[in-house]
């Protein structure tokens, strides 16, 4: 139910009103344009000749067509030739013959003239005394007078018209009310023919033509051929009398059909407003005697009326008994000859064939009637109609209303249809009928239109309610549900921005096929909207096209090669061929089209290193810093000409260069230093300029550097890359970057500047002079440990030969401190480019002089005795063991181990060394001061070896690829492939490539290859590639990723963490004695890892950190490479990790998890 609002509508918005609007509108239409009239004329064409009534088979026409003017000669031919015709009728005993053609005026011969004159003369009372002979003047005179006669083509066909008797000729009256009296009276024999009207019960004319007196005198009758022509040209009513000045003319129909049935002119009987009476036929008129003839149609293809050629019937080819007792009816047919037009039968018929349909309808009583209480029925339908628009339309439902206005529209239509074929009785309904649909449509419409508003909004608030949806379940990586919901949505510029970025993330997925699907659902609903016939394109495209890499990796490549498929697009260039591949992306050689400009490509699979929130970000980050690349405009510094998205790709073009990268250049055979000073120092003059802009590069790297050597061309690369990429980590957990080129304060996470590059640039100077890096380390974790504390080498370590100012500058630029460092580029390319690499920057000069010395500082006998070095690089100083002490060595850590056979009784003093590819240790690194301290005091003198303790069992166990060697006492030889061998007690170790060794008493127990030996009775668990070796309680493990640290007796863990340095120095080893001296008991300890921690951080992060009451604490965490954390906790006791004794045992837990320690909890949460 309607709720009423408390203010009520205008009047002139009501149903009621509209209605009455839409009913005088309707009327005044009509009136105006007589538009329903014409509706209701063809209705009343079709439905009366649909009729089941046959015409009279008494008449027949012939017709003066194109056969017979082609035959007889041109129109108007002679009266003879008619008069020859009628002759033929007359003889075959026609019943009545009518000819539709006027003979209005006389036709003479030329010669008809002179013959008259030569009659004259010869008549004459001059001619009768002339010498002429009484028989040739007679002669003369019936010459004369055949030649007259045959050339009075008028007097032969009167002279037929009176011995037939029974023709019927046409006169023709002009329709209008008179207003005065006529020119001149009806001649006598058109009066013959004409009855007395009564009250005016005719059409009115005031003008007429009649036939020539010699011709209309001998016709049987002479009859109006006039036609009523309705508003759209075609006839359908006869005009049966024609008032001219009180005297009614009958039409020829009327008197063609009187004399076939041997009436005259009295015999017609006039009943004003009702009929015309002849004889007995009774004739339905109108109030002005019009009657509704019926036409006939055409069935089976065959006329309704036969029609002969006027030259077939003249020539014989058609048999005058055909016409015996029958109406003929003469008339023109062919073409420019005669009038045709319009009836309900068909769209053009001649005079005669007219004529012959109106005298069948007389003689058949075959008329159509309007009822005079028609008029009365159509004003009460009117009404009716009238007030259901005003008062019953309003009142009903959408679907009741159209019901009744349909059901009614319909009767009214069948009705005056069937009553017109059926009983030939016309009632106007059409009129009726379109005030009804039109005033429903209207009144609909207006309804419609009151109440469109709330509908939008309702439908506007459906629409939205879908379209949040498809967005909320784009969100959530569900298209295929997004696009059907945007499909339930009405088109709009809001939703084809929708459908632009469905079809986008489609893209990104790689479904092109139904990214073509989105694209053609917009282009149906606007196929001018933006590109859309474009884009349409190139995802049909790519669909049939295989793409490589996708999201499997961010190295994947554009499939350029393909059976005819064009080569792909990024942005508006169009990509050639892959130049390389990087750790975010691949390299293309690209070219634009427009202007043919070839650019190098470099994509990034951003949507491959980010997810989320962090997408965004990186995006924004990527457009801003190629922003800001793209407005450093320097000759060593690659111009970026454009930057954008697409195919699931970030892209920047830039300038395409010749040449190579610095990679190589620190290979041998190396550059020589001129051109290595060269290069670094345009490097410097780039990052200077980039640094006044305030773009800081953050990878300066010989990958980096492109260099033509051929033009000594230089230019810097990948400006804002790194700034992108910085915060990705890789799969396996690697920050990306290169660690090795990095500054203190980059490594250590610190807010860098300009600095930070000179640093990177100081590096990749000192690895282009010596081919070598001055920071290498086995494991990312102690090289960047190194980076942030360890001093930078002195070139000439390496390559001697090098100046002090050089070494110097390279030693300025990887200062540790930024503010010690050269301040700007600039600064550090004018000392390289000095007269023979001569620095006047006296810092430079300080730098070198503080350069520590190239051999390492001698060891004590202490140290060395229990000193034990694993690398497989050099990393950082080993710690200082003593006795008891034990080395747990991890290559790769494995979750569960199994148990070796400890065959070998080893002595109490013995001590473990693990190798994989080992090298010699480098010199424990010092600190300027130090070194120059030193170089100012003598050394001191080596120490005496202490005398070798006693020894029971020395034998050492070798495991050398998975087996087990027994060594004998005191002495063992070893042959292996990649051996360590000891060659005399208390040293350092010694690489030996496949050779032999030999082992002296109280020597090391050698592992190679992964392999692990037990040194004494006393160590913990050894995990090495899957296995584990017998221990005891009085020695802790240490894990490291290829390296291993001594323990001092009861000392506490050491693990390899960059943050974490060795232990400091141990008490001097104890004798062999010392094996009766009870031990004290040791920390207990438990390893935690944590993984895999692929793209992920540790939360806990600060080391010594108090775990509950026990006094447990966090002694260092070590990131792995292999995508684990290790955590090693120690304390005096934890009895309890998470409910269970774990002392001494290596726990390992998944990404988050909690562990419980005493009634204390403490949470270990790996965060992306």
């Not at 109108?286 to 065959?302: E, H, I, S």
């Not at 933006?530 to 669909?543: M, T």
């Not at 208390?986 to 002296?1000: I, N, R």
């Amino acid at each position: 139910m309607a709720i009423a609002s408390g203010k009520r509508a205008a009047w002139w918005t009501t149903d009621w009103f509209i209605g009455v609007l839409v009913v005088l509108a309707v009327l005044l239409l009509n009136g105006v344009s007589g538009f329903f009239d014409t509706l209701e004329q063809r209705l009343y064409d079709v439905a009366s000749t649909s009729t089941q009534r046959r015409p009279s088979e008494r008449i027949a026409i012939i017709a003066i067509d194109d056969q017979s003017i082609a035959n007889i000669g041109r129109w108007p031919w002679p009266r003879d030739v008619h008069a020859g015709l009628i002759d033929k009728l007359a003889a075959a005993n026609s019943k009545t013959i009518a000819h539709t053609a006027f003979f209005f005026e006389p036709q003479t011969d030329r010669g008809l003239p002179y013959i008259e004159k030569m009659r004259q003369v010869l008549g004459a009372p001059e001619a009768a005394a002339a010498p002429l002979g009484a028989a040739t003047a007679a002669q003369l005179q019936q010459i004369i007078g055949e030649a007259r006669q045959a050339l009075d083509t008028d007097r032969i066909l009167a002279k037929s018209m009176a011995g037939a008797g029974n023709v019927v000729i046409a006169s023709f009256f002009e329709l209008g009310e008179p207003l005065g009296k006529p020119d001149a009276p009806l001649p006598p024999f058109a009066a013959r023919s004409a009855v007395d009207t009564i009250d005016n019960f005719a059409l009115a004319a005031v003008s007429g033509a009649q036939p020539i007196a010699v011709i209309g005198e001998s016709a049987a009758g002479v009859a109006h051929l006039d036609q009523l022509f309705e508003v759209d040209g075609a006839v359908r009513r006869e005009p049966l009398l024609v008032d001219y000045y009180g005297q009614a003319i009958p039409s020829m129909s009327l008197l063609i059909a009187a004399k076939s049935l041997n009436l005259d002119a009295s015999a017609v009987r006039l009943k004003p407003g009702v009929s015309v009476q002849l004889g007995k036929l009774r004739i339905k008129t109108d109030p002005v005697a019009r009657m509704l003839p019926q036409f006939y149609k055409a069935r089976d293809g065959k006329a309704p009326f036969a029609v002969d050629s006027f030259f077939d019937v003249m020539s014989g080819k058609i048999p005058m008994s055909k016409y015996a007792n029958k109406i003929v009816i003469i008339g023109a047919t062919a073409a420019g000859v005669g009038q045709s037009f319009a009836t309900p039968a068909g769209p053009a018929m001649s005079s005669a064939e007219y004529l012959a349909h109106v005298t069948s309808s007389i003689l058949n009583e075959h008329f159509i009637v309007q009822p005079a209480w028609g008029g009365a029925l159509n004003i009460g339908l009117l009404a009716l109609v009238a007030a259901y628009l005003i008062g019953g339309l309003p009142r009903l439902s959408a679907g009741k209303a159209a019901l009744i206005t349909l059901s009614g529209f319909t009767l009214l239509l069948v009705v005056e249809f069937a009553l017109l074929s059926a009983s030939a009785v016309w009632l106007q309904f059409v009129f009726a009928a379109s005030l009804l649909i039109i005033g429903h449509l209207v009144l609909t419409t207006k309804r419609f239109l009151m109440t469109e508003a709330g509908k939008l909004r309702s439908d506007e608030e459906s629409a939205e309610t879908n379209r949040m949806m498809g967005l909320a379940l784009q969100g959530q990586g569900q298209l295929d549900a997004a696009f059907d919901r945007f499909r339930r949505v009405p088109f709009g510029d809001a939703l084809m921005d929708n459908l632009t970025s469905l079809a986008l993330d489609f893209e990104r997925k790689r479904q092109f096929n139904k990214a073509h699907a989105v694209y053609e659902c917009m282009r149906q609903h606007d196929p001018e909207h933006k590109d859309i016939k474009i884009k349409l394109e190139r995802a049909k495209k790519l669909s049939e096209t295989v793409m490589l890499g996708g999201a499997s990796h961010a190295g994947g490549t554009l499939l350029l090669d393909g059976g005819g498929v064009e080569k792909p697009m990024l942005g508006r260039y169009q990509v050639e061929k892959e130049l390389g591949k990087g750790a975010m992306g691949v390299v293309y050689l690209g070219r634009d089209p427009k202007i043919g400009r070839v650019v190098a490509i470099k994509t990034m699979a951003l949507s491959q290193e980010f997810e989320g929130g962090e997408l965004d970000d990186a995006r924004a980050r990527f457009f801003r810093e190629a922003e800001t690349a793209g407005r450093l405009q320097h000759q060593h510094i690659v111009t970026i000409f454009d930057a954008g998205e697409e195919h699931d790709l970030a892209y920047i073009a830039m300038e395409f260069l010749k040449g190579v990268d610095l990679s190589d250049a620190s290979k041998a055979p190396l550059l020589p230093v001129a051109q290595v000073v060269s290069i670094v120092a345009r490097v410097a003059d780039a990052l200077a300029y980039a640094h006044q802009q305030g773009v800081v590069h953050r990878d300066i790297k010989p990958a980096n550097i492109m260099c033509d050597f051929a033009s000594d061309t230089v230019k810097v690369t990948d400006f804002g890359i790194a700034r992108i990429t910085d915060s990705s980590k890789t799969k396996t957990g690697v920050i990306l970057g290169t660690p090795s080129y990095m500054s203190p304060e980059q490594v250590g996470g610190d807010k860098i500047d300009g600095r930070s590059d000179l640093f990177s640039l100081g590096v990749m100077l000192f690895q282009m002079l010596t081919g070598e890096l001055p920071f290498q380390a086995d494991s990312l974790g102690r090289l960047m440990y190194m980076i942030a504390t360890d001093p930078a080498p002195d070139v000439r370590s390496i390559r001697p030969e090098l100046s002090a100012q050089l070494a110097g500058i390279v030693m300025l630029a990887m200062n540790k401190k930024p503010g010690d460092r050269y301040q700007d580029g600039a600064r550090f390319a004018a000392d390289l480019r000095a007269e023979g690499v001569a620095s006047t920057d006296a810092s430079a000069a300080d730098a070198y002089a503080a350069l520590a010395p190239a051999s390492p500082p001698a060891l004590s006998d202490a140290e060395t005795m229990g000193r034990t070095m694993v690398l497989e690089r050099p990393a950082a100083a080993p710690a200082k063991p003593a006795a008891y002490a034990a080395t747990m060595a991890l290559d790769r850590l494995a979750p569960s181990v199994a148990p070796l056979s400890a065959e070998a009784a080893l002595p109490e003093y013995a001590r473990t060394m693990m190798i994989d590819r080992t090298a010699p240790p480098p010199a424990e690194p010092v600190s300027a001061e130090t070194a120059a301290s030193e170089r100012q005091s003598p050394p001191e003198p080596e120490p005496e070896p202490e005398p070798e303790p006693e020894h029971s069992d020395y034998a050492e166990t070798v495991l050398v690829e998975q087996s087990e060697t027994q060594l004998s006492d005191y002495s063992a030889t070893v042959v292996v492939e990649r051996a360590v061998a000891l060659p005399s007690e208390y040293v350092e170790t010694v690489v030996v490539e496949g050779s032999e060794a030999q082992l002296s008493d109280h020597a090391e127990t050698v592992v190679v290859e992964r392999a692990v030996a037990l040194p004494s009775e006393y160590v913990e668990t050894v995990v090495v590639e899957g296995s584990e070796a017998q221990s005891s309680d009085h020695a802790e493990t240490v894990v490291v990723e290829r390296s291993a640290a001594q323990l001092p007796d009861h000392a506490e863990s050491v693990a390899s963490d960059p943050q974490t340095s060795a232990a400091p120095g141990a008490p001097p080893a104890p004798t062999a004695s010392a094996a009766a001296v009870p031990p004290a008991p040791a920390a207990a300890e438990v390893v935690v890892v944590l993984g895999p921690a692929a793209g992920r951080t540790l939360a806990l992060t600060k080391a010594r950190t108090k775990l509950g009451r026990t006094g447990a604490q966090v002694a260092a965490i070590e990131s792995r490479p292999d995508g684990f954390f290790l955590v090693f906790l120690e304390g005096e006791s934890m009895p309890l990790l998470n409910g269970a004794a774990m002392n001494g045992k290596v726990v390992k837990l998944d990404h988050d998890d909690t562990m419980e320690i005493a009634g204390t909890t403490m949470r270990f949460s790996l965060k992306a």
